[in-house]
């Protein structure tokens, strides 16, 4: 059976620390592994900045800031009236029965109808242009 004093370490698992700085022998001495002059040779050079490239100008203050913001809605998809005719009379027209159809996309958060011809008698609960409220209302339906 395995016991808590008898648990050792993979072999291979873990190096010894480098040892520098201990003389020319020991073959890290003198500069101890850090090359010759130059920044990374100095003191304190553990970790810089990100995105730091030896002082030049960089990458990301080259690029020109993105200006003004985008809408968490999106755009809105764009419905013609002519493709409302696959529903049956008296349906409500909303944006979770436009998904159901397949005339927009699924992921879609916005939509709104534009012109066309219309020949059911409909609910429309969706924006909509002043041209196709004319011709909804023509042919017997009503927009919410």
């Known amino acids: 059976m395995l016991k808590l ?3 050792k370490r993979h072999p291979g ?3 010894k620390r480098k040892v520098v700085g201990r003389g020319l022998s020991s073959g890290h001495g ?3 592994t850090r090359g010759a002059k130059g920044q990374k040779a100095r003191t304190g050079h553990s970790k810089l900045p990100a995105g730091f490239e030896g002082g030049r100008q960089p990458l990301i203050r080259q690029l020109p800031k ?3 913001f985008r809408s968490l809605t999106g755009k809105a ?3 013609s ?3 409302l005719n696959v529903f049956k ?3 409500t027209v909303n944006l979770i029965a436009l998904k159901k159809k397949g005339l927009i996309n699924k992921n879609a958060k916005a939509a709104k109808i534009l012109k066309g011809e219309i020949k059911k008698s409909l609910t429309i609960s969706i924006p909509a242009s ?3 409220k004319m011709a909804v209302e023509k042919a017997g339906g009503k927009i919410v």
């Open 89 to 91: 009379d008296g349906d």
């Open 13 to 15: 698992a873990s190096r």
């Open 5 to 7: 004093h008898e648990l």
């Open 77 to 79: 998809a764009v419905v």
């Open 81 to 83: 009236l002519t493709k």
């Open 30 to 32: 003198t500069y101890s």
């Open 66 to 68: 993105s200006r003004g």
């Open 130 to 132: 002043a041209s196709v």
